[in-house]
């Protein structure tokens, strides 16, 4: 059974960091494309940050996602963040003709 587990949600202020992980069980992540996406309040979810199978970092402007083979674990390091960022993040992957979603963190970014 596939499950995606997201922590590392919080409170930080603006300019401040945040790392989130994505705990995978039922698949390897290392033959899996994950991924990172975010949904604000009243707007639509939004991709964040892809990593495809076989690349262990990508970074893309303030974000970078990496992922920990051995602890079958994917991570979103988050810096200078702004109050736009504030969202719910999810973490995803798809395989199988499934998609599957995690039940998301909250991040908020407020002074």
């Known amino acids: 059974q596939v499950q995606l587990v997201e922590s590392g949600g919080g409170l930080v202020q603006p300019g401040g960091s945040l790392r989130l992980s994505c705990a995978a069980s039922g698949f390897s992540i290392r033959l899996n494309t994950m991924r990172w996406y975010r949904q604000a309040p009243g707007k639509q979810r939004e991709l964040v940050a892809v990593l495809s199978s076989g690349v262990v970092s990508s970074e893309r402007g303030r974000f970078t996602v990496s992922r920990d083979n051995a602890k079958n674990t994917v991570y979103l390091q988050m810096n200078d963040l702004k109050a736009e960022d504030t969202a719910v993040y999810f973490c995803?992957?798809?395989?199988?003709?499934?998609?599957?979603w995690g039940q998301g963190t909250q991040v908020t970014v407020s002074s």
């Open positions: 995803n992957t798809a395989g199988l003709g499934a998609d599957y």
